[in-house]
């Protein structure tokens, strides 16, 4: 059992994270949840986890200060973030774009709807599973 892999699904979404929850936890993984950035680096803080599913557009602090935060922190800077966001190009009405996205240092970048099945293969790729 203490082989298992330990993932954190950060979303401000309950009905997504619970989803996201159920599809890893078939696969095998323990999952974590938490509701807002704030949150999420708590949880990382206290157990960091293999891996982080991160949203971007969330209360508090957004998944893109998040991903800044721990990527620029030595002892978190190795765990693999999945970053999830319904932000598309077409939308222009946010202060966050497709290019933040993918100027992050995130391991991997899924727009919304990503798939519970899409998640779960990005975390196996970045875990080598």
Known sequence: MSDKKRIL?????????????????????EVEVAYDGVQGLEKVHANPP?????DVMMPEKDG????????????YA???IVMLTAVASHVSSTRY??????????????????????ITESLKGLLNL
């Open 9 to 29: 699904v950060v979303d401000d979404e309950p009905d997504f994270c619970s989803i996201v929850q159920g599809n890893l936890e078939k696969e095998g993984f």
């Open 97 to 118: 774009s497709h290019y933040d996205g993918m100027s992050m240092e995130a391991d991997d970048y899924l727009p919304k709807p990503a798939s519970a099945e899409e």
């Open 50 to 54: 293999d891996a982080i599913v991160l």
């Open 64 to 75: 893109y200060a998040v991903c800044k935060e721990l990527k620029s922190d030595q002892k």
């Open 78 to 80: 190795d765990i693999p």
